[in-house]
């Protein structure tokens, strides 16, 4: 097979399907080539090494660029230079080269002078010639190629090989010559060469594919998968094209499927394979019919999801469970804009608006939307009891409000003074210096983060177990203030904190649960009616293996199953669970999953303080739960006992809702056309539409915009 053929074909494997193996057969086949480059440079083994492995993790993150007729040899020539002077200049400083190789004992044996001192030049010279010219001297002389594959690399037969070859070693020669070197002639630059070739060593070849492997990213994702595509034309059809053209040709052999991506760029690719289009992705999987969305969740989609060509033009995006542009807390709400920057209202008495200010009642609360700071790097938030925390592009964690549990994870805990309401932080803070979180989740006074190696984090509160480290929290001040892993395991996907407990997603399809039970949150057949009243390490709910998102509410808990099919359990006292009965005596709830009614189209679930919220295929939204304040949006308050309703009931007439948030007592909701709604209580203006609501019911039960822009939803 022609050499640079298989050097294309190998990293298709390795970017298109993960597949390692083909990447090590990569940097097996070139190792020498660029470790050889390196110790010309750096005369130093261990420096050689470390360069060669970055010059491979660089080439694992841009294999997808690479195209058929690319020379992956004179690539891999250049970056090895690349990589070496920048070692020099960082590592070496004001030391002189000469110094370094006696200490180290690396000096280079070149026994005839008639050629040592092309040696150390020999790169630059290469780098002088074209690049067919200098990716045949490569395979011949770095590589050892014979004649005949050498051809086959560039295309051509043995004596177009030979006679490339042969113009090179005098361009090479000429190239000496200008440069002083009387001496230089083809059979002392050919001797040249042969003696720069290198041999690496077994070792050295394992520690680089190691290194390199962990770095490079194990498969290519989204809009890169389609520009590779495009790089499998040839170079004359590619520069022909141009960008946007080639892009349109390219969606077009895809029959019209396009792919976008959510606000946290989870992975996702769609090939053509036979009459069927296949779409792989991370996370979970959502579609829609125009660009602009809605995006309906698909129901039990597993990578890869398989569909028939033609069938009509879908857009798809991958979405990750637990990820949220809006969120709502006890008394304030934060949002995301499309612009990528951060909106919050409402309270703020413990400075959860991250605005720089504390406010006393009404005085300091916002009801309308303030943006906090000027950056436009966030992508996710979550609103807790009177503490926020978000998530930026570059997968840093900040949070900021009430930290008197070390909610906040940042080391400290802020304990009252004299009475005063607790002191936390009034803007945002980093958490640590990570950049590999990527999704979060805040209870009252817990939150919970998981990262991007499928390990789950917790702090704060830790009185019921709820954090899941195996240790409960009695005594002042009641929890933890540094990120602890719950666990050792490395499947998380997606995580939901309740009041006191927390529920979370495995990979496998599993549901686990821990923490306070005291109504049977955690779903797991029992009720914890003694002190602690929970768990402190995870618990399996049932044996299902079919969850695909969970939502965890003040003390009851709701899961889709792959199916469309909802789920909920937990306390029932003003039917919360939607199943038709009110639960008003001991132990006022249910231990198991029970299905809510029989339909097979919910998409999204929210669980607030004893009310639930989901939405449907059809991009309508229904509520059930307590309704004192008209937080189930549905035009009535329900101030008779129970106070609530116990079926699903439609929220107004639109269908188009595409996320939501609930709270304790109030709601944020987005509709496809990047519009935000709330309703519910509004006695601090945290419905964010200009008024506090001051005066019993002290809210509004149907849902009101929140201002009049049309640009809240996810980062592009």
Known sequence: MNERRQDFELLQRFTREGEQSAFADVVQRHLDLVYGTAMRKVEDPGAAQEVAQNVFAALGRKAWQFAPDDSLPAWLH????????????HELGRRRREQIAAEMGTTMNTPDPAFAAL?????????????????????????????????????????AATKRVRRALDKLTAFFQRRGFKTASVAVVTTALQHAATTTSAAVATSVMGTALQTAPPALSGFKRLLARLAILPRPQRAALGGALAMALLLLSLFSVRSLQAANRPSLAIERAGTNIVVRFTGALARAGQPQGPFRPVPGARSPFVLPAGAGQEFWRAWMPGVHTISAGYYHSVALRTDGTLWTWGNNG????????????????????????????WRAVAAGGTHTAALRTDGSLWAWGKNSFGQLGNGVFNLSNNGDPPPGAVTPQRIGSDTNWQAITVGTDHTVALRTDGTLWAWGINRHGELGIGTFSPFDPGGTNTPQQVGSDTNWLAAAAGISHTVALRTDGTLWAWGRNYDGELGIGSFTTNAPYGTN????????????????????????????????????????????????????????????????????????DRYTLALCADGTLWAWGLNVWGQLGIGAFSTNAPNGINTPQRVGTNASWQAIAASSLHVLAARADGTLWAWGKNSQGQLGIGTFTTNVPYGMNTPQQVGTNSNWGPPP
Do not use: C, M
């Open 350 to 377: 413990y400075g959860q608006l991250g605005n720089g200010t504390v406010s006393t009642n009404n005085l300091g609360a916002k009801n309308t939307p303030q943006q906090i700071g000027s950056d436009a790097n």
């Open 78 to 89: 250049k970056a090895a230079l690349l990589e070496a002077k920048s070692w020099l200049r």
């Open 537 to 608: 390490t995870p618990q399996r709910v049932g044996s299902d293996a079919n969850w695909q998102a969970v939502a965890g509410g003040i003390d009851h808990t709701v899961a889709l199953r792959t199916d469309g099919t909802l789920w909920a359990w937990g306390r029932n006292y003003y039917g919360q669970l939607g199943n038709g009965t009110f639960t008003t005596s001991a132990p006022y709830g249910i231990s198991t999953p029970r299905q809510v009614g029989t339909n097979t189209d919910w998409q999204a679930i929210e669980a607030g």
């Open 119 to 159: 040696v150390p030049l020999l790169d630059e010279a290469l780098l002088s010639l074209g690049e067919r010219d200098r990716t045949a001297l490569l395979l011949r002389f770095y590589e050892n190629q014979s004649l005949r594959d050498v051809g086959a690399a560039l295309g051509a037969g043995e004596d």
